[in-house]
C-alpha cells in the first residue's frame, strides 16, 4: 500500500550480509510494478557496524553503485553508526 503515496523510498541493507542486498533487489522490482519507480525520489544505504575477518564485507560498492544506477534518480551512501561514517547524511 505504500507504494501508493510515498514520495520516496529509503532501501536499507547490510553490507555484510548478502541476503539483505537481495532483498532491497527484490523489494525495488515490487516497487517498479506497483508503480512506476521514476515516481518516487530513491535512496540506497548500505549500513556496517565493524567490517573485520569475522564479519567481513559480503557486498562490494561497485554492485552497491550498480543497483543504485539500475534505480535511475538514487543516491547512494555508506554508513557506520561505529565510525561515525555518513550517519549526519
Not at 510515498?6 to 532491497?24: G, N, R, T
Not at 540506497?44 to 544506477?69: F, H, M, N, W, Y
Request: with cysteine; proline share 1%.
Amino acid at each position: 500500500q505504500f507504494a501508493s503515496w510515498a514520495d520516496a523510498v529509503i532501501f536499507v541493507f547490510s553490507l555484510e550480509s548478502e541476503s539483505s542486498f537481495e532483498e532491497v533487489t527484490r523489494l525495488h522490482a515490487l516497487l517498479s510494478d506497483l508503480r512506476g519507480a521514476g515516481d518516487v525520489a530513491l535512496a540506497l544505504v548500505g549500513t556496517q557496524d565493524k567490517i573485520s575477518s569475522s564479519s567481513p564485507r559480503a557486498v562490494e560498492d561497485a554492485r552497491a553503485r550498480a543497483l543504485c544506477g539500475d534505480m535511475r534518480r538514487c543516491l547512494y551512501y555508506e554508513t557506520c553508526a561505529t565510525y561515525g561514517l555518513n550517519v549526519d547524511r
